[in-house]
């Protein structure tokens, strides 16, 4: 730790800044964020600006669970705390945090994902959601997660959330098993909606049968009872509209194939639309089927999306073959897609298949993607 | 207001119902939630996540002339929440404050929470000491009768207990239903603040284990 010091101090003595060090194949990246020195060493094939990405989540996750204003002071007060004092118990969030951007590509695009439901379906969720909590004064937030997907997010009206923000409840919900056991009353800050501030968040799993998780985030720390008791509303509501039996349905099944949508030489892909910042991706198959082959795969994903966003010479086209996969990534105004492909396949299968990618997508889109963006 | 209302016991007799908001304080990874678990689900999860901000549960206990029902504050431990507490403790009719008996510094912590109850809690607040992970016995620092002493001195209930095994859960729980007041004037004091009714009670089985004892 001592080294890292150094090495940042130095440097900022010349009135420069350390971002990275490169011995043989191992990386250092540095990031500096207010009192804090945050560094990645990797092995990895993840370019600089990823490990930064990652790090940037970490201090992201730092802030949410003490604000900015509290790390501040903190070491105006003491310049060497040691802030594990302050993160004890939440440890947690961070590991996960970090396993969690190996294997979800939501981090890399910046997006989130949505539990695929009937249109309909989706609309009466969310009116019920809208109708018991529209007359709560500073409820901002009312989001419900389903296997880390998201089935609806109504807000506030002028407030809108920052898919980063997502994420890291997503991380706080899905490395928290206690909150299937009670409701809980959790203090959260959102760091790109206020870094400075404290949200108190309802968090409850709807059912015992419906294992859907619902925040209902205020800025007023003594409501409880009230979102409690709106809570149970919108649960017996749900319940006698069969909107829970819908949400696990779509739950329980397995996420739909390339190979069942007709694509038999498209092995996965990950599709992100832009407006929304939501993302599309199909159940992965062979020979995707264990942890190492996803994650490789991830990775490809990872250095397919670098090499297509370098700041210097970002592209809008990418075409790749090697020995295990082909893969094509595509940046238009609207959408981002990426590509696995057959080894073999020639370039013009590719865009055929992507042709009838798109098609499907285009036909499929109210199902899989929130399109409105409902207010209290 | 309210909190008291009839409902049908489960032996046929009418029985008053008394709500009472009882809050857990107590150093990190001392057992809060492993108590409350317990009591209120039975259950014990040998590895328990650190509990985030403040849980909420309810426990319905019965008594030979009443039903006490606990709506219960299980708060998290660290220091970074300390500052959150007097807004679990607020209106409290009891609290349990729980130390480790393999950890003199929890125990030390555990006096200082009582004593911050007794300054800023209600006055009538019944305070419960709790020396947990007693099935650890091996590794016991703090005495029992040290802990027992300081529980006289300070007229706090006292038991040791151990979410792992059950031993004094529910025990504890019933010990500081059967101490708290259920009067008129005492049970209206305490929810004023909260206004909470009682509706939920009605049709609402009480666990077996802690029932009608």
């Known amino acids: 730790m001592g080294v890292m010091q150094a090495l940042v101090s130095f440097v900022q003595a010349g009135n420069d800044m350390i971002r990275s060090i490169h011995a043989g194949d191992t990386n250092f990246v540095f990031i500096v964020k207010g009192p804090l020195i945050l560094v990645a060493v990797s092995k990895t094939k993840e370019s600089v600006s990823q490990l930064v990405l990652q790090l940037t989540y970490v201090y992201n996750q730092i802030l949410s669970i003490l604000t900015q204003s509290q790390l501040t002071r903190v070491y105006e007060q003491r310049r060497n705390f040691d802030l594990r004092r302050l993160l004890t118990g939440s440890e947690r969030l961070i590991d996960h945090l970090l396993n969690f951007m190996e294997r979800e590509p939501a981090f890399l695009l910046g997006a989130v994902k949505c539990l695929p439901l009937q249109p309909a379906m989706r609309d009466s969720i969310t009116q019920t959601i809208v109708q018991t909590c529209g007359k709560i004064k500073n409820l901002v937030f009312a989001i419900l997660l389903a296997n880390n997907q998201l089935i609806t997010l109504v807000r506030m009206k002028k407030f809108f959330i920052h898919p980063a923000d997502l994420h890291l409840i997503q991380n706080l919900v899905d490395s928290s098993e206690s909150f299937k056991a009670a409701e809980s009353w959790t203090p959260i800050c959102l760091p790109r909606f206020d870094s400075n501030g404290f949200m108190h968040a309802h968090v409850s799993y709807l059912a015992e049968d419906c294992q859907a998780c619902l925040l209902l985030l205020t800025v007023d720390r003594d409501v409880f009872f009230t979102l409690s008791e709106a809570k149970q509303k919108i649960v017996e509501k749900l319940r006698r509209t069969n909107c829970l039996e819908a949400i696990n349905e779509s739950m329980n099944k397995t996420s739909i194939t390339t190979a069942e949508i007709g694509l038999p030489e498209m092995r996965h892909v990950l599709y992100k639309c832009k407006s929304t910042a939501q993302f599309w991706s199909p159940g992965f198959q062979a020979p995707y089927n264990n942890e190492k082959e996803i994650q490789r795969l991830i990775g490809c994903y990872q250095c397919l999306h670098h090499r297509l966003h370098v700041p210097n010479r970002p592209l809008k086209l990418l075409f790749q073959q090697t020995d295990k996969e082909t893969m094509l990534a595509w940046v238009t105004s609207g959408f981002e897609l990426y590509t696995t492909f057959e080894p073999l396949v020639t370039k013009t299968d590719a865009i055929n298949s992507i042709g009838k990618l798109l098609k499907w997508i285009k036909k499929e889109e109210e199902r899989l993607f929130i399109l409105s963006s409902p207010t209290f | ?213």
């Open chain 2, 1 to 213: 207001m309210a909190s008291r209302g009839t409902a049908q016991r489960p032996n046929g007799t009418q029985g008053k119902i008394c709500q009472f908001k009882l809050v857990l304080l107590g150093e990190s990874a001392v057992g809060k939630s492993s108590l409350v678990l317990r009591f209120v689900k039975g259950q014990f999860h040998e590895y328990q996540e650190s509990t985030i901000g403040a849980a909420f549960l309810t426990q319905t206990v019965c008594l030979e002339e009443t039903t006490v029902k606990f709506e219960i504050w299980d708060t998290a431990g660290q220091e970074r929440y300390h500052s959150l507490a007097p807004m679990y403790y607020r209106g409290a009719q009891a609290a349990i404050v729980v130390y480790d008996i393999t950890n003199q510094d929890t125990f030390t912590r555990a006096t200082t929470w009582v004593k911050e109850l007794q300054r800023q809690a209600s006055p009538s607040i019944v305070i419960a000491l709790a020396g947990n992970k007693a099935d650890l016995g091996n590794k016991r620092v703090v005495e029992y009768e040290e802990a027992q002493a300081y529980a006289e001195e300070n007229g706090l209930l006292f038991m040791e207990t151990s979410a792992k095994t059950a031993m004094n859960v529910n025990d504890i729980f019933l010990a500081i239903a059967k101490k708290l007041p259920k009067n008129e004037q005492t049970g209206n004091a305490g929810t004023s603040g909260q206004g909470r009714r009682l509706v939920e009670s009605e049709g609402q089985k009480p666990t077996s284990g802690n029932c009608c004892k």
